[in-house]
């Protein structure tokens, strides 16, 4: 063998293994397990948020769907839970990390780009569990361009109101309630019926059942107006523009969060926003604003899973996010583009007193609890019966006694829910 024919086989022998070694690289590559999410966003906001993710270049797989608390459930006890889940339930969140089902991500997200109280929605544990990867403002009212409401309370017959959802019908009446308990008493008060502290009653005490009546009497104005709040949808008929521009004759307000933007579609260019407290039952004036948010959290520990959540989080994903399907983001560092209406949304999801959603902050069977006495409600004012609002906050306040550690809530559960500042 001739020394130019050894080096002609070295040669392709080391081409060999070097083909091999690629094809061993990208066979591993098109095997990788991919990363698997589920949410609530669906249809077009399930899309663009795919789009995103795919920017991220890291195998995923999403899932969307209304009826997120029941599939979580029901993977999570199959032993088959999904890598991630975003979801605006934090009293749920925290039970499945008291349960050390989720994973810290203390070392993917800096929660001061976040600050409060999007931050202070952490555990006393010594770790955060969730961030919170879109936001929206509540505590606001829309109107149609041109139609701006007074300064007083409104009647029944001016409010577009709809009650029903693909996965947990009611919670549009927990809105009101919340925020007539945060506009009349206060972030204090709030915080400490949202979180149950301390030995108070708190669904038997006076804001809660005060504000609670102030809603029922509203309702109970005009039984027909109620039923139809009860049996309509709260983002309208499917494919339409939401309530406040498919049935413009009948209603002129619509006390619904900033997400209320997707359902208006076209029409979004036609509203307007006003802050709801001096429209709310008993007027007054603005104390605070209520926020929510939908917050992202691991159950794998799989590297892939804790790249694209750092990645999501980050200001560059969230700016990404924010742009690419016209949503508000709670991370400082991302600043708000937009029309004038977004900006109003935007300052004030940055700006003054603001408290996460109590219903989302709750122990799930608070919550479910909640939602059920606020159908019950409108169900009795659609009838001509007295509500009996001390006996459905009775039942409510059982069900928070009932819970293992009443007024804490565990561990991983927040510890506060408003912001002063």
């Known amino acids: 063998m001739t020394r130019r024919f050894r080096m002609l086989v070295f040669v392709v022998v080391m081409l060999l293994i070097a083909a091999v070694g690629m094809v061993v690289v990208w066979a591993r590559h098109d095997d990788e397990e991919p990363v698997t999410i589920l949410g609530t966003w669906t249809a077009g906001q399930a899309e663009q948020f795919e789009d995103v993710l795919r920017g991220f270049g890291i195998p995923f797989r999403y899932q969307g769907t209304a009826a997120q608390r029941e599939v979580l459930l029901s993977k999570v006890q ?17 039970e499945y990390a008291e349960s050390g089902l989720l994973k810290p991500l203390d070392e993917f997200y ?34 149609r361009q041109g ?23 009611g919670w549009p009446g927990t809105d009101w309630i ?36 102030a809603w029922a009497d509203l309702l109970r104005q005009d039984e027909r107006a109620a039923k139809r709040a009860l049996l309509t949808d709260h983002r309208g008929d499917p494919g339409g523009h939401g ?8 209603c002129a307000l619509e006390h619904q ?37 939908d917050f992202a ?39 708000p583009r937009g029309d004038a209406v977004k900006g109003e949304i935007a300052r004030r999801l940055r700006e003054g007193p603001r408290c996460l959603d109590a219903s989302d902050v709750m122990a799930p069977a608070v919550r479910d609890a909640f939602y059920e006495a606020v159908l019950l409600t409108i169900a009795r004012a659609a009838g001509g019966q007295d509500p009996d609002v001390p006996g459905l906050l009775q039942d409510v306040q059982r069900v928070q006694d009932a819970q293992s550690t009443p007024g804490d809530g565990g561990r991983a559960a927040p510890k506060t829910v408003c912001s002063t500042r």
């Not at 199959?78 to 925290?94: F, N, Q, R, T, W």
């Not at 309530?243 to 009948?250: E, M, V």
């Open 110 to 143: 800096e929660p001061r780009e976040y600050g409060t109280p999007w931050m202070s929605a952490g555990s006393s544990s010594g770790h955060v569990y969730w961030v919170p990867v879109k936001a929206d403002l509540k505590s606001i009212v829309w109107y």
């Open 243 to 250: 309530l406040l521009f498919d049935d413009p004759d009948g």
């Open 78 to 94: 199959s032993g088959e839970p999904p890598d991630i889940v975003i979801m605006p339930g934090l009293g749920e969140l925290a």
């Open 257 to 293: 969060g900033s997400f209320a933007l997707s359902f208006y579609r076209s029409d979004a260019k036609h509203a307007r926003l006003a802050d709801s407290a001096p429209l709310l039952p008993g007027g007054g004036r603005v104390r605070a604003h209520e926020v929510t948010g």
């Open 147 to 169: 139609q701006e409401p007074g300064d007083s309370p409104a009647p029944l017959r001016s409010w577009c109101i709809g009650m029903g959802d693909d996965g947990a019908s």
């Open 178 to 213: 919340e925020d007539l308990v945060l506009q009349r008493e206060g972030p204090e008060v709030y915080e400490k019926w949202a979180l149950g502290t301390g030995e108070a009653k708190w669904w038997r005490s006076d804001p809660v059942r005060t504000a609670w009546e």
């Open 297 to 335: 959290a691991l159950f794998s520990d799989r590297p892939e899973a804790q790249e694209l959540i750092e990645r999501l989080a980050s200001k560059e994903g969230q700016r990404e996010w924010a742009d690419r399907a016209d949503v508000f983001s709670a991370n400082r560092q991302v600043k």
